[in-house]
Nanobody, 126 residues
Framework: QVQLVESGGGLVQAGGSLRLSCAASGGTFSAYAMGWFRQAPGKEREFVAGIRRSGGTTQYTDSVKDRFTISRDRDNVKSTVYLQMNSLKPDDTAVYYC?????????????????WGQGTQVTVSS
């Protein structure tokens, strides 16, 4: 059983930055592809960014490309995945979740992730 705990959310003005962290425990971190998802009120949960198990390849939804960067602890010792968010927009306001998929590749489909964190709120004011 893998436990995921997100942190780093908060309130920021448009154009600002936040760095989200997701600490994993209870499993072999290197066995999982990791993803960040978000869910705004009244909307479905959507894929934001993902990183392969090896950490070598990343994937982003179009709306965050060139603004967000996902990374993971390089040697998988700290068992942490990060989401650096720059040039934030009000449309980025949502609860952000990290998720672990027991596979090499990333998926944009939430159902393919086995473990989820509790989420962290990101609010971007205009």
């Amino acid at each position: 059983q893998v436990q995921l705990v997100e942190s780093g959310g908060g309130l920021v003005q448009a154009g600002g930055s936040l760095r989200l962290s997701c600490a994993a425990s209870g499993g072999t971190f290197s066995a999982y592809a990791m993803g960040w998802f978000r869910q705004a009120p009244g909307k479905e949960r959507e894929f934001v960014a993902g990183i392969r198990r090896s950490g070598g390849t990343t994937q982003y939804t179009d709306s965050v490309k060139d603004r967000f960067t996902i990374s993971r602890d390089r040697d998988n010792v700290k068992s942490t995945v990060y989401l650096q968010m720059n040039s934030l927009k009000p449309d980025d306001t949502a609860v952000y979740y990290c998720a672990a998929r027991p596979a090499f590749f990333v998926s944009i489909t939430p159902n393919e992730y086995r473990y989820w964190g509790q989420g962290t709120q990101v609010t971007v004011s205009s």
